[in-house]
Nanobody, 124 residues
């Protein structure tokens, strides 16, 4: 069964770094557009970053621009999110998503496959 699995989350102090990974099973996902979203309990799902399937188009939420870097390795069917200068407000469950056709990259409804998430906690 095709799926996405996130890893790399954890507890880090403010100013620290983490690298998240999203591994996909199934060759189909190597040609899918992908994104990272994050969820805080009681709040709406928030778009974080997007990368097109060839990596030519990349977009970030204003809140993470300059601190986070999204990338992907289609030979490994894996997407990454390098997070630097982390802040307590970055604390959330980070989920990766994949979609074949994504006209509006920041809208969660555009993606048809989601992982279970990896928790990132940033202490002050």
């Amino acid at each position: 069964q095709a799926r996405l699995v996130e890893s790399g989350g954890g507890l880090v102090q403010a100013g620290g770094s983490l690298r998240l990974s999203c591994a996909a099973s199934g060759d189909t996902y190597s040609t899918y557009h992908k994104a990272w979203f994050r969820q805080v309990p009681g709040k709406e799902l928030e778009f974080v970053a997007f990368i097109s399937w060839k990596g030519g188009n990349i977009y970030y939420a204003d809140s993470v621009k300059g601190r986070f870097t999204i990338s992907r390795d289609n030979t490994k069917n894996t997407m990454y999110l390098q997070m630097s200068d982390l802040k307590p407000e970055d604390t959330a469950l980070y989920l990766c998503a994949a979609g074949n056709i994504v006209p509006v990259y920041y809208k969660e409804d555009e993606y048809d496959t989601w992982g279970q998430g990896t928790q990132v906690t940033v202490s002050s």
